[in-house]
Structure formats: C-alpha cells, structure tokens
C-alpha cells in the first residue's frame, strides 16, 4: 500500500489525470478499476476520478509495491547524476521567481524532445530545478516543470517555464490570449525603411514540414498578423524588430519571405544564393532569428510579479558580428 500527500503542484486538477500521471504506464482501463474496486481511495472514501484535488488529500493506492514500480516511470526521472551539474550550469537564466522561469535559448537545442533519445530545453530545466533542490526525482512522478512557448531548433532566444503547476497554467494562458507582446529581432535581406503592419493567411504543409502564405483564406489556413519596424537599414539589408501577434509554425520566415524580405540564413524560405555566401563567410547555417524581448500587461492578478515585467535576452555573438558588418 502506497499513501500519496496531495502538494501545491498536484493541487487543481482531476484526480484521474494525477493518477495517469503517476501510473503512467498503466492503462486508464486499470486505473478507473482500481477506483471502482476502492484499490484506490481518495481520503479514504471511494473516488470517480472527475474529483478535483486539493492541497492536504490523501490518496491511498492498496496495490502490491511491485504493481506501482511495473505501471509508474523509473523513479531517476532527472539526468544522470553525472550529467546533471553540466546541464544545469550551461541554462542561462533571464528571470526567476516561485512559480516561472525564463530562458535564453541558444540555436540548436530543441524546445521539447522530438524522439526518446534527444536532449531539450525541458532536460536542462529539469537538471537546474534538481541541482538547485527546488524539485525531487520523486516529485517528478506527479509534476514536470514544462516550457509554455516553443521556438525552432534553429531560433534562439526567450523561452518561457512554469516551475510550479500555477505557474504553468497561468503563463500559459497569458501566451494563449496574447496578453504577453512578443518581440524578434532578425536581419532581412533587402532594404525595409518604413514599418509594416501586415496581415494575410497561412496553410501549412504537414508532409514537408513547410507552410506558404497567401492574402486569402483557403480550405485549411489561419489568420496571421505581424508587425516590422526598420530599426537599421544597410546597403542589401535590415535590421528588424518583429512584433509576433499571432503566433503561427515558420510564421515569421514564411510572412517575410512573401512580402520580399526573406530572412538571411534561412534555407527553407530565403534566398539560397545569398545564404551560400554567409555561410561561407560567417559559418552561418541557420535563420537569423532571436526571440529578443517579452512585455507582460501592468496588472497581471494571479502572478503578481510579472505585472509590468519586461524581459530581454542578449543576441548571440553571431548575430552580433554579423550586424556589424552589414548594418
């Protein structure tokens, strides 16, 4: 018999999604039977699993220690205890409280796992969190410390975590209802010298992970909507700001490749012949673009901390040398 104590963490959501993710090997089959047959209690009375937790519950698992091993993840939910110091100490931390984290991606490293055995984001968190002692690898069975808002491998830049289940569910919201502004920063191949505010409709190709862009909505698109500002214009190129509106996949690369100002380093919508150039100059193998800073609304209720909050995140020496040059 196990006794699981219900934590801030666990605290708000349905019982049998807790118990999904504690067992998470087992099928919901198993576990809505175990309930049924009161082999799992909640205070020890008889549960649904449509109850809502709240801090203090008891849930009670009257099942042999070798039945809960078989259907729950390995208790090492973390990195390798030789690994995790490393991973740990290369996050680089923008702003920190109880219940967020705020990151600055480098190129490269995926947000999230896209196979088993890939290292993300979410492995480096997990490994600062753990090194720090905020979160146990036992705690790990029952809640995950996760990113609210995604870039590409190959986009740095702000990455947004919740480290608490609160912190998670509200920034996400916040992300969800645009109520966070979102700014990039990039350098475009030709010369953009008045701001666009420009609107149009997106259709995205699943097969080869690619989408086109068009001033008409077609079966399958969304509407998308993004605002550029010219902060410095070269002889063939400018510097950007980019205000995200919606946020679409290649939303960004694909809108301004459409309107003529493809992004430089950007293989799959820009100008080929100009990235073959910067690569052999600059090494550059990738879009140049950064996820350069995050404005949160003055009053911000449910995480007080964020109310005004703006955050940056440095260009990369790359993008850096490569503005000197052109800019």
Avoid: W
């Avoid at 399958?220 to 063939?236: H, L």
């Avoid at 400018?238 to 100002?261: C, D, F, K, N």
């Avoid at 150039?277 to 995050?294: D, I, P, S, V, W």
Wanted: positive net charge; hydrophobic residues 35%; charged residues 30%.
């Amino acid at each position: 018999m196990q006794t699981i104590r219900i934590e801030k963490n666990d605290a708000g959501q349905r019982a049998d999604k807790f118990l999904s993710k504690y067992l998470s090997k087992a099928p919901k089959s198993f576990i809505y039977k175990m309930m049924r047959k009161k082999n799992i209690t909640l205070n020890k009375k008889k549960m649904t699993g449509s109850e809502h937790l709240t801090g203090g519950d008891l849930i009670q698992m009257f099942l042999s220690d070798e039945t809960i091993e078989k259907f729950s993840e390995s208790k090492s939910q973390g990195p390798a205890v030789r690994d995790q110091k490393a991973l740990a100490g290369k996050l680089q931390v923008l702003y920190e409280d109880e219940d967020v984290l705020f990151v600055n991606k480098p190129c490269g490293l995926l947000s999230q796992k896209a196979s088993p055995g890939d290292i993300s984001l979410v492995e480096y968190l997990t490994a600062y969190l753990l090194e720090k002692g905020e979160i146990t690898p036992e705690e790990l069975r029952r809640f995950r410390p996760s990113i609210c808002n995604r870039l590409d491998r190959n986009t740095s830049g702000i990455v947004t975590a919740g480290k608490s289940l609160r912190g998670l569910q509200v920034l996400s919201g916040m992300l969800k209802d645009r109520s966070v502004r979102k700014y990039y920063r990039t350098i475009v191949y030709g010369q953009m010298k008045e701001p666009v505010r420009a609107c149009g409709f997106l259709t995205k190709d699943e097969q080869h992970n690619k989408v086109s862009i068009s001033s008409k909505p077609s079966e399958g698109s969304v509407p998308i909507e993004t605002e550029y500002v010219p902060i410095q214009t070269g002889a063939k190129h400018t510097l950007l700001e980019v205000h995200l509106i919606t946020g679409r996949t290649h939303q960004i690369r694909a809108h301004l490749a459409s309107l003529g100002y493809p992004i430089i380093g950007d293989y799959k919508y820009g100008n080929r012949r100009e990235n073959d150039r910067l690569k052999k100059e600059f090494g550059l193998t990738h879009q140049l673009l950064h996820a350069y800073r995050m404005e949160f609304p003055e009053e911000t209720a449910e995480l007080k901390k964020l109310s005004g909050l703006i955050v940056r995140a440095e260009l990369p020496k790359q993008f850096e040398m490569i503005q000197k040059v052109y800019i």
